[in-house]
């Protein structure tokens, strides 16, 4: 069974940073998988916000985080990390992380269905 478990998050003032795991388990980053973060804040839609897909070990961001947001994986410990540096009041939300068990191409991580979800952490930026 595969299951998502986030930790971390929090709140921090505007400019700060925080970080957020996610710790996989019944698959294995070794094998073909798609892995990413999602947020969504109040009476907005869900956005996705990273992506790492083992068909071309690519990670990609969403332009409201490139170059602030960070994403790494640490293959011994089948752990996802988000590091979030120059935070904004607009990062406020409930972050998600998702995976597939097969290899999607992040274009398509950030749309449609996803396999599995985490159960969603908050993180609150405050001016």
């Known amino acids: 069974e595969v299951q998502l478990v986030e930790s971390g998050g929090g709140s921090a003032q505007a400019g700060g940073s925080l970080r957020l795991d996610c710790a996989a388990s019944?698959?294995?980053?070794?094998?073909?998988?798609?892995i990413g973060w999602f947020r969504q804040a109040p009476g907005k839609e869900r956005e996705g916000i990273v992506c790492f897909s083992s068909r071309d070990y690519a990670t990609a961001y969403a332009d409201s985080v490139k170059g602030r947001f960070t994403f790494s994986t640490d293959n011994a410990k089948n752990t996802a990390t988000l590091q979030m540096n120059s935070l904004k009041p607009e990062d406020t939300a409930v972050y998600y992380c998702a995976a597939d068990v097969v290899a999607t191409m992040c274009p398509f991580f950030f749309t449609g269905v996803r396999d599995y979800w985490g159960q969603g952490t908050q993180v609150t930026v405050s001016s």
């Open positions: 019944g698959f294995t980053f070794d094998e073909d998988f798609a």
